[in-house]
């Protein structure tokens, strides 16, 4: 078998890229390089190279078992990917399927499925049975792991949209149509019921721009689900910043809006966190006032230990009319509004804001609690942890 036969056996049509140039030779790893006339040979090293070794060098996760499905290496991409998920992704009984069909004269297969915890990911393996100059000890197994959970967000956000935003811009487009056929028939030289009908197509159009901006803002923190956030934050400059851009809003409804936080480092995405907090405190500014009391608004960060484990909590509280315990547990749950339980309150919104809410604190590895009593108001605390977690 010669170099390229067994670089082929290794790997997949999509990685074959992935180490193109480089070859085994015997025990050692050379690479392959063009040249105008004939290719140059570049020893890497003298000392042999592992199996494991080479697969450290691939750019997509990979995997070594052995016969019975236990994992015995993991890449850097998959140790970075997957994490101490890797373990139930191999023990997946569609892996243990797939790996049954490789008897010697199947040398590959495959098996797509879905994972749901921590967050929902879709992840395809790809096995490959070790040519037997490869399959020193007893990992002789090559799984290949593709996250193709970017691919099933794009397909369910697609699907929702048909099912759920095709109907909320049903109404909104019919009140156009009906104003448009009204300004050009009876009201096209009435001034003043074409200024009457023009704001309320102005508000009708901001709807379902609104709605296509929620909607994509959804799909964006969906896709983004399974990535952990690499950047840092300061709690402090965030409930500043969160301060600063709503600061006009509350002044504009007549809300007190109170800011206080400590100089705390947390890992995260501070853009995703900065929208969260102003998420939260847009829909306070709606519904707390409406039954016409004061509207007051703290935004706070402090440490706080969860499970044992040193964190931040973000907490946003209003003393408005609260919301009814039963439907605490489906808040975040797309599309779902809390219809005739607030006195007063203007027309719900879409149902999503706390959907993003709740994908954001999935990706940072946090959680999301939600109280509130009738008549006495809401508290949201978003609690993130101050360590990254470990993988190995």
């Known amino acids: 078998m010669t170099a390229a036969d067994i670089v082929a056996c290794l790997l997949p049509v999509g990685l074959m890229g992935g180490l193109a140039g480089w070859i085994l030779r015997g025990r ?30 691939l750019p997509e996760a990979a995997v070594l078992l052995d016969g019975h499905g236990a994992l015995r290496f993991a890449n850097i991409e998959a140790r970075e990917a ?3 998920t890797l373990g139930t992704i191999m023990r997946y009984p569609d892996v243990f399927s797939a790996m049954r069909y490789l008897n010697g004269v199947t040398v590959q297969a495959s098996a797509e499925f879905v994972l749901t915890v921590p967050v929902r990911r879709v992840v395809r393996v790809d096995l490959r049975l070790l040519p037997e100059v490869l399959a020193t000890g007893p990992a002789h197994i090559l799984a290949i792991l593709t996250d193709c959970s970017e691919r099933d967000a794009v397909e369910r956000m697609r699907s929702d949209f048909v099912a759920y935003a095709s109907h909320e811009l049903r109404t909104p487009l019919t009140a156009l149509i009906g104003f448009i056929e009204t300004l050009r028939g009876p009201a096209a030289d009435d001034p003043a019921a074409q200024q009457q009908f023009l704001a309320i197509m102005a508000a009708q159009a901001h709807r379902m721009q609104r709605l296509i901006e929620q909607l994509l803002e959804l799909s964006r923190a969906e896709m983004l689900e399974h990535r952990k956030p690499r950047g840092s934050m300061n709690a402090k400059q965030v409930i500043e910043l969160v301060r600063d851009e709503l600061s006009s809003l509350c002044a504009a409804k007549n809300v007190q809006l ?27 500014v709606k519904y707390a006032g409406t ?27 209003d003393n408005g009319v609260g919301i009814a315990e039963e439907h605490l547990p489906r808040l975040t749950e797309r599309f779902y509004r809390v219809e005739g339980s607030r ?9 999503l804001g706390l959907a993003i809410v709740r994908h954001i604190v999935d990706r940072h590895d946090g959680c999301l609690e939600i109280t509130s009593r009738i008549g006495q108001g809401t508290r949201c605390e978003v609690w993130l942890p101050c360590e990254r977690e470990i993988r190995g």
């Not at 009391?293 to 973000?314: D, M, N, Y």
């Not at 006195?343 to 149902?351: I, R, V, W």
């Open 28 to 57: 050692s790893l050379s690479r392959v390089l063009p040249g105008s006339v004939r290719a140059r040979r570049e020893e890497v090293g003298t000392s042999s190279v592992s199996l494991e070794e080479v697969l450290d060098l």
């Open 82 to 84: 997957f994490g101490d």
């Open 258 to 284: 109170e800011a206080k936080a400590t100089d705390i480092p947390v890992p995260g995405d501070q853009e995703q966190i900065i929208r969260v907090l102003v998420n939260l405190v847009e829909n306070a």
């Open 291 to 317: 039954d016409g009391r004061p509207v007051r608004i703290s935004v706070s960060a402090e440490q706080k230990i969860l499970l044992g484990r040193p964190g931040v909590a973000f907490v946003v509280q």
């Open 343 to 351: 006195s007063n309150a203007p027309a719900s919104g879409y149902g």
